[in-house]
Nanobody
Framework: QVQLLESGGGLVQAGGSLRLSCAAS????????MGWFRQAPGKEREFVAV????????RYASFVKDRFTISSDNAKNTLYLQMNSLKPEDTADYYC?????????????????WGQGTQVTVSS
């Protein structure tokens, strides 16, 4: 099975940018649909973005569209989330997940494999 490790989180001012990485080991990323989710304190984990096997298709939550970009580098076996124009409400722990479901699922329950998360804090 795949193991996932996120990195790249940190503290940034509103309007700034961060790039999150999710390094995979054990299996190749192209075998999975890959998603980014986030969880703020006291809230449920929510969908952010998903990329299909092979990277042919992406979809985003409405609240991040045109600000965030999901991508993958098969040579590095790594998933990315480029986050621009960050807002204080983007503050959360960000998680990457791997799914073997068909399509591009948005429910966290459809992702059996998760990393440990990376914290993003956006100050106003």
């Amino acid at each position: 099975q795949v193991q996932l490790l996120e990195s790249g989180g940190g503290l940034v001012q509103a309007g700034g940018s961060l790039r999150l990485s999710c390094a995979a080991s054990g299996r190749t990323l192209s075998s999975y649909v890959m998603g980014w989710f986030r969880q703020a304190p006291g809230k449920e984990r929510e969908f952010v973005a998903v990329i299909s096997r092979g990277g042919y298709y992406t979809r985003y939550a409405s609240f991040v569209k045109d600000r965030f970009t999901i991508s993958s580098d098969n040579a590095k076996n790594t998933l990315y989330l480029q986050m621009n124009s960050l807002k204080p409400e983007d503050t959360a722990d960000y998680y990457c997940g791997a799914s073997q479901r068909v399509g591009a699922p948005e429910r966290s329950s459809e992702y059996p494999y998760w990393g440990q998360g990376t914290q993003v804090t956006v100050s106003s």
